[in-house]
Each structure stands twice: as C-alpha cells, then as structure tokens.
C-alpha cells in the first residue's frame, strides 16, 4: 500500500514538472451493427466523431482543462441528430424524451449528474452546473429542470429533439418486440455519447449523456447518470465512460471498477478494460463498451458489440475514428 | 489473480458444504449527537432498533433468504416515525417527503432500487419490485410510483409520513442555516436505515432507504438508491449499507469500494471499511458511517460522526445495540 501511494504520488509529481500528453477519447455509443448502418450514414457519423474530436482536442491544445474538452466534445454530440443524446435522444414508450447525463473532475473528485430530465438542449451542461452551483451531484426530473432555467440554459421544444428517425424507431421496437419492456434487440435500441481527456496539467475528465433506451419506461434511469457506473474520472488513474445495456453497467459499477482494478491490483489500464468489458460483462451476456484514459495517456476503448462509434487524438493530433473492428 | 479466483472458489465450496453463520446488522442512521438525544428518545430507538434486528435474525434462523432478513428489518424502520426514511422522512425544502431505497442479493447480482418517490408506504419493497418484476435497476419519480400500483404496494396519506418532528426539524434548519440549501450542521439533517444479511446458504444482500437531507432541493437524490455508493452486495465477498453524507458517497462509490478492496487488493472486511470510512471519508470531511457484513459473518461498522444508530446479531441469537462509541 506505501509503495502504490508512494508510487502514485511520484507519478503526480513527474506530471507536474512534465506536460502530460493530452488526450481526447470519444463514443458515439455501442451496439451499432454492420448491417444497418448505411454508407451514407456511416459517412456523416465519422464526420460528426471526428468534428467532436478535434473541439475537443483543440481545447486540450489551447491549455484549456479536461473538463472544458470533454464538455466541448459531448456537447457536439448532444447536437447531432445522428446519436442518441440531446437532440435524437430515443423516445420513451410513451412518446416523450427524457435524458442522462454526469461528468466527473478527477482533480477535484467532484461530480454531477441529472437523470429524466426533459426540453434541456445540453443536459452535460446541467450536469456541470449540479456539480459547479449545488452542494448535490444527481438531480432528477422537474429539480433538475429548474435548476436549468435559474442557469439560463437554453431549452428547446420537443420537435427539436424527436427527430422523424427516432419515432419510426420507437414504432419499429414495438412492433418487434410486442412489448417495449423487453429487453430484446438492445442494438436497436440503445446509445449514448461520451468523452474522457487528460489536459496538460496532468488532469483526468469524463463525461457522458444519453437518451436512454427505446421505448424505455417512464422513471428508468440507465448506468450514464450514475457515477461509478457510466462516468468516473481520478486524477492519477484514469477516466471512463461507457456505453451499452445499462442495468448491467450500473450492477458491476463497471466504470470504477476500471479504476479500483489499477488501484488495488495494480492492472494496467487496457487489461482492466478489457477483462471487464470482454471477460466479465460477455459472461454476463450484458453488450456494450466503454473508453478509457490513464494519467500517461495510455487509451483502451473495448467494446463486445458489433460496433462503438469512436475517436480518439493524443499529443500528435493525429484523427483516428472507428467504428467496427477495424 | 488466479490463487484469489481459486480461493474465492474454495471459499464458495466450502459454505456450500457447511452452513453459513447466519448474520444480521442493521443502521438507523449516522450524526445523532449525544446532546441532541434525550434518555427516553434512546430508549425508544434502542427498541425499535431490537425489534427490527429480532425480525430480521428470525428469518433467517427459519431457513429465510438475505433478501427476505433485510426487507424485513428495514420495512420496520421504515414503518418507525423515529428513523428517517419512510414514515418519519425528513421533509424537503418544499415541505414534501421525497424518498429513496435500493436493494441487492449476492447470489445473482440483480439490485434494484428507486428515487425520489412519494406515497409509497414502503420504498424498499418497490424498490425489490423494480428488482423482480422490471429489467431496470433504477426508476425515479411517478415512473416508479406507477410501479407500486401496479403491483399493489400500499399508499399512505402525506399525514403518514409527515411527523410534527419532522415539520419541527425542516422549520430548525431553516432557521439556522438561513437557505435550506447550505450543507452546515448536517447532524441535524440527515438519517438512513439499512440492513446487511447473511443467510445460511450463504447469500449475502443489502438493503437502504432514506427520506434523504433534511430542506433538500426537489430532485436532489443522495447514495441511498445508487447501487454501489449506499448499497452493494456480492456473494464470496460482502454486503454493505452506507449512511451519511450522501454526495460524498456517491464520488468514492463507497459501498462498492468495501468489496473493491477485498476483492482486488485482498483486504479483509474491517480493515476496508475503516480506512474508508475513518481515513478517506475523515479527510474529505465527509461524516458517515458504514455497516458491513462478509462471507464468514464478520461484521464491520465503522462511523466517524458522533453516533450511528445499529444493531447485529450472530449465530449466537444474542442481540447488540449500540449509538455511540461504547
């Protein structure tokens, strides 16, 4: 335990004389698969990913914090019709759009999050303020939503949000399944957005938002606004967001577990991914992935689905987007 | 990382083969201060605290699952107008009883749990509902409470939950703190009641329920109904409930670190609970308390708040209730 702390805080220190390599991770969510996802539609998904990848990036690039990029990032995400978060968030079982979103500061262990939360164009961004303008990290439903208006986030109408394409998915759902409580052909019916970065000073962000699931019941809340399940971020470890069939994520925490395997097993970042999301959560026979950053600026982005729309840029600037094994 | 595997599995076949030790612990609550207490308020508490740990030991010295000893110890706290969660909530800053719970059994891993609903006589039997009859772990708000009429839980009237001491106890932090908002003299504001169980097959399960803090912010939910923060159980490993200082709890995932620590760093439960909750939540400021229970019936109850209202009971049958340190 002395020499992991020891250990731990010489790795701080060397981050503090050095510049950490700055790195932006992204998803875009997992479950897609290859044989409907059109050429065309693959085509303005990359350039989404890759438009998210490089705001965020420059951010980094610009000196700018962690926090900063991985809001840049996500924001563009909730944007885009083409994910499921902010505007083309999938729709409820009763015709409505209730969102998810946290994000967790590892320099500081502070967090927010809201859960079902309704009209707010950027629910990151209200997830910033619970954690920046309330001594609460979730808020859920009508408080969160008030606590947008006293911010002076913008909202928009419902139309903004529900997209043509996501209600002849809703439709599609419940033709398929009889009953949309059914957790059945989950690629159809989930997705969530989200980024992790490491800034020059060393500092580890992660953030997260989502529409949920297709056809989902009114109240269920996925693993995205939970801290530990969807989003965690600590300074010296690392920082995780997830995406996938989230009652499994928020069973087996499976965004801390990432880090209290590196914590107290010493497992590096790739194999602690990698045994959580192709070992233990396949077993489960629970899909999705998630992205991952450490303190060095080692990234590991293991999903167990066809596909996970994502992105990621270190020090080089270099663009690299994904989509399936590839 | 395979000797652990393998002495989990051993671990596992040899309770199989013998009878587990059958164990019950139970909390009421962190941050009763000694001055606050008068002697017959104590009395009062110690015996409800015997009666809801009797019941729960009862179960399962007749063969009774974990999950069934925790829902009934906590269904009894919850019916108690002397502990906060369920009859005698605390009220929220508009003067209503907003409640959360959660459950999880070792054996299979499946958790369920809801936030912020009101009416529902028992929170912590919804929140098994959400576990048995839904996919979901987590729903929140009238999504839930549709849930509990649908499987025919029983509603209170508000008068039912609402105590004079509790209008008595929003209107003396309203008071005191100026805005209901200010974290300050948390003592007077919160309260939980949990229950860690293990049973003779050697299940393990955990169970929480809370009105949550006194004047809180509509839509502010705290660790109780998060899986890993108030609440975890893992079967070979422990079970956990938490009380306290909730948004603390959610950023270290408190209850789900107990078991990170056992599991990946190999330390045993009083040693992983202490440093949680008297090193790490100490230097954060964060007050609390933990009770915790492990696969050989050791128990862990560690607080650093004045007072932590508990109670466990062994094999033996011999009944302990302890407040403060003592």
Redesign the interface.
Known sequence: ?IFRMLSLWLLSLSLALAEAPITLVLHGGAGVGKSTLTAEREAECRQVLEEALRAGHAVLKAGGSSQEAVQTTVVILEDSPLFNAGRGAVLTAAGTVEMDASI?VGAT???GAV??VQGVRNPVRLAEKVMLK???????????E??AREEKLRFEEPEWFITPAQRARLERVKKQTGSV???SDLSLRMGTVGAVALDAAGNLAAATSTGGLVG???????DSP????GT?AENGICAVSCTGH??FF????VA??VA??M???G?GLAEAAEEIVNDKLKK?DARGGLIAVDAKGNISTPFNSDGMFRAWMGPDGLAHVAIFNE
């Open positions: 335990m967790m262990g502070q967090a859960a079902g309330t001594p609460h990290v979730l808020m859920t439903g009508r408080g969160a008030e606590l409580s059914s957790p989902k019941r009114a109240g269920r809340v996925g939970l801290i530990g399940a965690y989230g009652e928020i069973r087996n925490l801390y577990d209290a395997r914590k107290y097993a497992t489960l």
